[in-house]
């Protein structure tokens, strides 16, 4: 790693703290330039700075655009787009191309990040003893949040490359050597896990209102529940279904009891009958019953809704942060639904314009519509879904969609409907490989069906009078069978969210085998499959391959041996 732009970007980010006078400006603080880091630790204020660009760091261009490529763009969902010129490296991963100098496997976004709340957890302790007015209890949350801000970096490192450097030491001197070896995916996981299990309690439930920005922060920035989220998909990853499934408790309970008091001081409750009593937003608008498109409207459209858990919030003000991922990547307005560098996998697409719906299930499924136009890909892009059934026929209208290069559209990292179906994917895994379920099989798949059925009827255009479940139990009530429902459903649900290849990437480790990821992945292909194919044949191939900049300035890092011998040599020449 460079470690020399780490730090000076730990530098920079104390600069861009000065001048923070309150929480209220925290989601609106703009970086300044060079300050002395011994000079800086002297009150709170410096603290809330550096969280502060902790999350300005995450919403880079060079970060988002990794969350949004290492998640999506080698999975089933993903296809070549327009101008590619611009960008070979973007079209080499969409062909399985990727080679070692190919620029999105540089890390260097995600270890600034992580040395950044290194640097936090180094010495907010020394200013709360400076500044009385920084309590044990807040110093507790500051350091509970920039512990799973480094976790959930570290997570998508490993998610990506398997086996990464692992350091929980602040670098904030260039005398300081950085060449660690690669820490392997299940100690870093469970270094992940042991860090978030001791700093949860001690972390925000709900950050105080007040204001406009202030009511953001409870999905804009690192909570309680966001912390359980992460702990839930981190023991689905290894295996521990159990808790997986307790931490999900945790958080839908805490959502429908967040529902029941939203619903106490609402003059027109919001019912939940259709989704099986899980507080999720209707597809429906109140005032026009044969209109869909309401959900969307929220989560994606409005932003940071009663679902979201935890979001990377873009302020509308121009001067501040966009979406830029989503603009390059996906599109925007400069002509309404403009294609960026992917569009949508033509399976996908045609099986929309054929009417086939064997992707989307069910010709009244809304997310078939406000999340694609085409080949290209509309979610994200643009913020007013209404989807008209009433003639019987669909007729849809997205709007709203974002100048070119000002897309402020959240970039969401959990929410609750990803939750419940974590849950049910966990659910599945702890029923028996007998040929006839046992009692307790049968509960585990009633409770794992009925969430995905809560989450497949929300997006149903459908009068709640008139809906009529589309998911038939009997269909599917095997192991095999409820495993495969679960993953079509995150696929549906979840599409173009940055999660796609890691559901995949999660299935092969738990198969040991990669034919569920090289089948699915396949369908996008018309050509060279068998090259592919042969490809994906080992679980290496899943993950990415090591820079050759950091194989260079790092001796103890030995490459992916799927994109090469393993050795450093094959490299260094270029």
Known sequence: MKIKSIIYSVLGMACASIGLSSCSDFLELEPQNEIILEKFWNEKADVDGMIAGCYSGMQSDNM???????????????????????????????????????????????YDIINRCNTVMKYAPGVAEKDPSFSESELKADIAEVTALRALCY??????????????????DDDQVMDLP?????????????????????????????????????????????????????????????TSIRYADLI??????????????????????????YPLIPTDYISSPSIYGNAYNRIFGEGNSSESIFELTFMDDDNMLSNGAVSLCYGNAKNAGI????????????????????????????????????????KYTHTLSQIDFSSGTVGWDLSGFFPENKVKTNWIIYRLSDIMLLKAEALTQLISNEETFTEQDKQYYQQAFSLVNAVN???????????????????????????????????RELMFEGKRWYDLVRRSMRDGNTNYLVAQVLQKFT????????????????????????????????QNPAFGSGENGNYTKD
């Open 527 to 558: 050509s060279n499959t068998s090259a592919i194919q042969n490809k994906f044949r080992k679980m290496d191939a899943v993950f990415w391959p090591y820079n050759v900049d950091e194989l260079k300035v790092n001796k103890n890092l030995h």
């Open 339 to 378: 294609m960026g560098y992917a569009s949508v996998s033509s399976f996908i697409s045609d099986d929309i314009d054929s009417k086939s719906f064997e992707v989307f299930y069910n010709k009244y499924d809304v997310r078939a519509y406000e999340n694609i136009m085409g080949n290209v890909i509309a």
């Open 182 to 242: 690669a820490t392997s995916f299940d100690t870093v996981l469970d270094s992940l896990i042991n860090d978030l299990e001791r700093v949860k309690d001690d972390a925000v439930e709900k950050y105080p209102e007040g204001s406009s920005v202030k009511k953001l922060y409870q999905t804009a920035r690192i909570t309680k529940m966001a912390i359980h989220a992460m702990l839930c998909e981190m023991y689905l990853w290894k295996k521990d279904y159990n």
């Open 64 to 110: 988002m655009l990794r969350m949004m490529i290492w998640g999506e763009f080698r999975s089933d969902n993903i296809s070549r787009g327009q101008n590619l010129e611009k960008d070979l490296n973007i079209e080499n991963i969409l062909k399985e191309n990727i080679m070692a100098s190919n620029g999105y496997t540089t890390w260097e976004a995600f």
């Open 155 to 172: 997570f998508y490192l490993i998610r990506t490359f398997r086996d990464v450097p692992y350091s929980t030491e602040a670098f904030t």
């Open 252 to 277: 839908i309970e805490e959502k429908k009891k967040q529902a029941e008091e939203e619903n106490a001081n609402s003059m027109l409750a919001t019912d939940y009958r259709k989704t099986n009593g």
């Open 457 to 491: 009827k929300r997006s149903l255009c459908q009068p709640a009078s008139q809906l009529k479940d589309t998911l038939d139990a009997s269909k599917f009530n095997t192991k095999d069978g409820i495993e495969t429902l679960v993953m079509k459903e995150r696929h």
